[in-house]
């Protein structure tokens, strides 16, 4: 009788040892499934990251290209074509073109007491002092350095 009792209860033991297991081998499979899930969204994002960084930076380095372009644009515009230096104290002539008045005030003279613009070779007289300096062409200097 005694170990009658003794085998059922081992029996029953067993059983929910079994479906304990079960149940844990179940739950262990769900984490496991979740786990990958995450894995797998992590990688997702990783990607996703990555690939806008990259836009990012091919943004930033298209800007910086446009930026170094317009600013030799601007520097290459501020240079007097007399000197090729940047103009100190520019001077814009009735033709519109600007150099260094000190650059204008060393040309040559023609017999008509005339000098000629360099560019466009249109005759030109300079006032006895020149101070009416291009303030614009001056500003630009001065935020280009
Ligand atoms: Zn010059
Ligand atoms: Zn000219």
Request: charged content about 35%; proline content about 3%; overall charge positive.
């Amino acid at each position: 009788m005694e170990n009658q009792s003794r085998i059922c209860s081992n029996t029953s033991t067993d059983a929910e040892e079994e479906e304990h297991s079960a149940i844990l081998q179940k739950k262990y499979e769900e984490v496991k499934r979740n786990l990958m899930k995450i894995s797998q969204e992590k990688s997702k994002m990783e990607e996703i990251y990555k690939t806008s960084r990259r836009k990012r930076d091919e943004e930033n380095k298209e800007l910086v290209r446009e930026i170094k372009s317009k600013n030799n644009a601007v520097e290459s515009a501020l240079l007097c074509k007399i000197c090729y230096d940047k103009m100190v104290h520019p001077y814009t002539l009735t033709c519109q073109h600007t150099f260094c008045a000190g650059c204008l005030s060393k040309l040559p003279r023609n017999k008509e007491n005339n000098r000629l613009c360099p560019f466009c070779s249109k005759p030109f007289r300079l006032p006895q002092t020149v101070t009416e300096y291009n303030y614009v062409i001056e500003d630009i200097k001065s935020i280009f350095g």
